[in-house]
């Protein structure tokens, strides 16, 4: 390994793990002075960048015990891109295991749906579907179209009811509100539009719709599934919906040519 | 959106955070420019939105805090890939980062940090600042860094490892004022050789900032007024090097838009003044 390298290494460690450090040279100051402004400015960043992106949770749990989660987090799971908006991918599963936050059952839950907006609001840009050309798909092509769905969008699955949860703690929310945690399981489906990221419950068969669709399926296929379990799901209301939310944005070339 | 302006203008800008996005897009403020932090407009959505606004009214220059020249391992090709995008989408009239690492290759201190002034190490930079050159199809302005400690294996300073940089790989020097003063006080920098060892040509902007004191220790937090000290530095360097773009930084407690222009309008006087006695 190149010298400076093993420098670097070393500064990187000091900073991480605590670690102490041979190479650097101590200015008018002590250096461990020098690494200690590195290690606040290390974890600084990391919990603003927590706190920035699961604004619910830290309502949820207070702001001392999130700074406390945040801390045991930084140390069991570091950084591993120099994009700090990309930090804190997985809160969710951290929770999971986080003896102190058994009490809460849905955390998890409700940060994997925090971080599906996270995930929303940097999404990249698209331009919702052309309805003229949908509208002038044969009717005998129709079946065999593959629509694909907004980037921004993710459906996250709860058995808590986390997109009542995640609307009481949105601002300008009341304060005081009553959400019964054994109401059941809820599906978000989480979107953007208008640059404004949205949460909203689906019912079973319009998430297996569009989980049928995510994967790939066909118009057919994906509505041929969903009849199967749920008789009464009327396709068209939903397809005209969805279009105009942008949570469909396009349908594959194939059928656009054909 | 308007034709690119490759160039800022040599006026003074200020760094244009979420807090005052409203503010400017209704005031429309007299500013040479504004600069953002590259980071926070990856990909899509509202704040590049706001971005591709202000960019109608100001040239944009993009810094960016997160590509670690430095870093030993690979440059992090997607995070170059989205810079690229974003330059794309905003056509900034400068493209900056700073001379640091970020990345061990097994985590990433999101933070500046500084390394060793060696040859591997500059040419290990020069070739990853050609890269980024290349993919973006500009020149990148590199900024010097505020340092907290220096290395015992440096061969070189790093104003003079900042001027073989930009020999070798064409880029521009972005001058923080600021973090020099900060690395004078901390590390012993003398200010003068640093900027006597910047060729004046290849300096393309100035940063000015306020920083506060922790345990004896300057930091650089960008949190205050440019103080007394820099400004004399500030003078200094309009009389070796020359007038450049300037930009007021404030990230911290940030103050109202008002006081952002004052000190940019201090910038801006200071540069005339210095014009009027060339002339």
Redesign the interface.
């Known amino acids: 390994m190149t010298a400076w390298f093993e420098d670097v290494l070393e500064f990187g460690n000091a900073i991480r793990n605590n670690d102490a450090m041979s190479g650097g040279i101590g200015p008018n100051y002590p250096i461990g002075t020098a690494l200690e402004i590195y290690r606040n400015n290390y974890r600084g960043n990391l919990q603003g960048a927590l706190g920035l992106a699961y604004p619910v949770i830290r309502q949820l749990v207070g702001d001392e015990f999130f700074r406390m989660m945040a801390i045991m987090h930084i140390e069991s799971r570091p950084s591993k891109s120099g994009n700090l908006h990309d930090y804190g991918a997985e809160l969710s599963k951290f929770l999971a295991s986080f003896p102190n936050a058994q009490e809460l059952p849905y955390l998890p839950e409700i940060a994997k749906l925090e971080w599906a907006c996270h995930m929303a609001y940097f999404a990249a840009d698209i331009e919702p579907i052309d309805i003229v050309l949908l509208a002038s798909i044969a009717p005998e092509n129709q079946d065999r179209l593959r629509f694909l769905l907004n980037p921004a969008c993710r459906i996250v699955r709860s058995s808590f009811p986390i997109v009542d949860i995640w609307q009481a703690h949105q601002p300008g929310m009341p304060e005081d509100f009553l959400i019964d945690l054994d109401s059941g399981p809820q599906i978000a489906l989480v979107n953007r539009r208008n640059d404004v990221v949205r949460v909203e419950a689906l019912s079973l068969p319009e998430s297996a719709w569009l989980e049928e669709i995510e994967s790939g399926a066909t118009l057919w296929d994906a509505t041929a599934v969903v009849l199967e379990n749920h008789p009464d799901f009327d396709l068209e209301s939903h397809l005209v919906n969805w279009i105009e939310q942008e949570i469909l944005v396009d349908f594959d070339h194939e059928a656009k040519e054909n | 959106m308007q034709p690119a302006s490759h160039f800022l203008p040599v006026r003074a800008g200020i760094g244009l955070r979420a807090q005052h996005y409203e503010q400017v897009l209704e005031m429309l403020p007299p500013l040479g420019w504004v600069e953002v932090h590259s ?2 407009f ?5 704040a ?2 706001t971005l591709i606004k202000v960019r109608e009214n100001y040239p944009v220059s993009l810094h960016g ?4 020249l ?3 391992g690979p440059i ?1 090709h997607q ?1 170059l890939s ?1 810079l690229k995008r974003l330059c794309d989408r905003v056509q900034p009239a400068a493209v900056s980062e700073h001379l640091c ?4 290759g ?6 500046l ?1 500084p ?2 002034y ?1 040859r ?2 500059l040419s ?1 930079v020069s070739v990853r600042v050609e890269q980024v050159q290349e993919k973006i199809g500009r020149r990148l302005l590199i900024e010097n860094l505020s340092s ?6 440096s061969e070189m300073s790093e104003g003079e490892f900042l001027a073989e940089l930009a020999k070798s790989t064409g880029c521009g020097i972005l001058f923080d004022v600021n973090n020099l003063y900060v690395n004078s ?4 920098v003398d200010p003068e050789s640093f900027i006597r060892a910047l060729p004046s040509n290849a300096v393309m902007e100035y940063h000015l900032a306020g920083h506060s004191v ?4 300057l ?1 650089d937090t960008h949190s205050d007024r440019v103080c007394n000290e820099v400004w004399d530095l500030y003078r200094l360097a309009l009389q070796q090097v020359g007038n450049r773009p300037t930009l007021i930084e404030w990230d911290n407690d940030t103050p109202d838009l008002s006081v952002l222009l004052e000190e940019a309008g201090i910038a801006q006087s200071h540069m005339e003044h210095r014009h009027d006695s060339m002339v």
């Open positions: 980071e926070n990856f990909e899509g959505g509202a590049l939105h805090v997160g590509m670690g430095a870093s030993p992090d995070h989205a690492w970020n990345s061990t097994e985590f990433v201190v999101n933070d940090l390394f060793p060696t591997a190490s290990h907290y400690l220096s290395f015992a294996r006080k901390n590390l012993g922790r345990d004896g220790c930091v």
